[in-house]
């Protein structure tokens, strides 16, 4: 009897063994394997970058160490899906912030299709209108989503884990000068620190030299894709960056970058990527030190 037993026993562990939900198990235990390189390491607190290509414009992708997304900007309107599928490719199930630095279409132009696609949680603005209607098509996926911009200023701290990210501009207001309101967010994470100026030129940079502490960073993000209008040596002598990213379209029409910057961030001894020849530039820091990557 006790053989019959143990016969029994061991024809369904066998059963068992290769029953449909142990090789579901197995399947699962290979998708783990598979896992993206980058939820990996997410998991492993490092803060991620990435500064998207969207040819001529802006758009870039915070993920924290916590695996909150920040969104700046969302490129220009035929560039909206690009960016969707982007974040849907990094995993991005939802945005816990979305700033759209200023109204122009090169910035906020994708923003839109990016609010309808995927569920965002808070949206920052500065408090600065424009007629044209892709600004008209942002506010209203903005109010479709229930939302209510909140005010881009100085000051001002989204509320995220494990890192610090702050408004340093705009300080003032600039009447019709769009650029010039351009909101520029400081984050920092650990020793690490990044800026990120939209299309912040000379006038703004020398509101934001009030406070020259916290512009201080190891990665700036160029503001206005290179212009000669941005990134004055006063503030890049405020900065001190290691590293710069610019975000420019490839052949564009207005000549960005400027060989005037790369010559002064040359001089500078500033490491530059550029989207228009590197494409998408991802910055990952461990909250020690930033190692960079390019995917064309
Ligand atoms: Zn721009």
Same mark, same amino acid.
């Given at each position: 009897m006790k053989k019959l037993y143990i016969t029994l026993a061991l024809i369904l562990s066998v059963l068992v063994a290769c029953s449909p939900i142990s090789s579901i198990t197995t399947s699962e235990k290979e998708t783990d394997q598979t896992m993206p390189k980058l939820q990996q390491e997410q998991a492993s607190g490092t803060l991620?970058?990435?500064?998207?290509?969207?040819?001529?414009?802006?758009?870039?992708?915070?993920q924290t160490p916590k695996g909150q997304h920040i969104l700046i900007d969302g490129g220009d309107n035929h560039k909206g899906d690009e960016v969707v599928d982007y974040l849907k490719q990094l995993g991005v199930k939802s945005l816990d912030a979305i700033i759209a630095? =200023?109204?122009?279409?090169?910035?906020?132009?994708?923003?839109?299709?990016?609010?309808?696609?995927?569920?965002?949680?808070?949206?920052?603005?500065?408090?600065?209108?424009?007629?044209?209607?892709?600004?008209?098509?942002?506010?209203?996926?903005?109010?479709n989503s229930g939302l209510k911009i909140k005010t881009a200023k100085v000051g001002l701290t989204l509320p995220l884990d494990g890192i610090t990210a702050e408004f340093v501009a705009p300080v003032a207001e600039y009447g019709k000068d769009l650029n010039a309101w351009s909101a520029v967010l400081r984050v920092q994470y650990g020793n690490t620190s990044f800026l990120f100026t939209g299309d912040?030129?000379?006038?703004?940079e020398k509101d934001m030299l009030k406070s020259p502490k916290l512009l $201080?960073? +190891?990665?700036? $993000?160029?503001?206005? =894709?290179?212009?000669?209008?941005?990134?004055?040596? +006063?503030?890049?002598?405020?900065?001190?960056?290691?590293?710069?990213?610019?975000?420019?379209?490839?052949?564009?029409?207005?000549?960005?970058?400027?060989?005037?910057?790369?010559?002064?961030?040359k001089r500078a001894k500033v490491t530059v990527y550029r989207t228009d020849t590197q494409g998408t530039i991802t910055a990952v820091s461990d909250g020690k030190t930033i190692k960079f990557d390019t995917v064309r």
């Amino acid at each position: 009897m006790k053989k019959l037993y143990i016969t029994l026993a061991l024809i369904l562990s066998v059963l068992v063994a290769c029953s449909p939900i142990s090789s579901i198990t197995t399947s699962e235990k290979e998708t783990d394997q598979t896992m993206p390189k980058l939820q990996q390491e997410q998991a492993s607190g490092t803060l991620r970058v990435y500064y998207l290509d969207v040819g001529q414009g802006d758009s870039t992708l915070i993920q924290t160490p916590k695996g909150q997304h920040i969104l700046i900007d969302g490129g220009d309107n035929h560039k909206g899906d690009e960016v969707v599928d982007y974040l849907k490719q990094l995993g991005v199930k939802s945005l816990d912030a979305i700033i759209a630095t =200023h109204p122009d279409a090169d910035h906020i132009g994708g923003l839109d299709t990016v609010i309808d696609a995927i569920p965002v949680k808070s949206v920052y603005a500065p408090r600065v209108s424009h007629t044209t209607n892709t600004y008209k098509d942002f506010l209203l996926a903005v109010k479709n989503s229930g939302l209510k911009i909140k005010t881009a200023k100085v000051g001002l701290t989204l509320p995220l884990d494990g890192i610090t990210a702050e408004f340093v501009a705009p300080v003032a207001e600039y009447g019709k000068d769009l650029n010039a309101w351009s909101a520029v967010l400081r984050v920092q994470y650990g020793n690490t620190s990044f800026l990120f100026t939209g299309d912040a030129e000379a006038r703004s940079e020398k509101d934001m030299l009030k406070s020259p502490k916290l512009l $201080k960073v +190891d990665v700036l $993000k160029v503001g206005h =894709h290179g212009s000669d209008t941005s990134t004055s040596q +006063d503030f890049l002598n405020a900065v001190r960056p290691t590293y710069a990213v610019i975000s420019a379209g490839k052949d564009n029409k207005y000549g960005h970058p400027k060989s005037a910057i790369i010559n002064r961030l040359k001089r500078a001894k500033v490491t530059v990527y550029r989207t228009d020849t590197q494409g998408t530039i991802t910055a990952v820091s461990d909250g020690k030190t930033i190692k960079f990557d390019t995917v064309r």
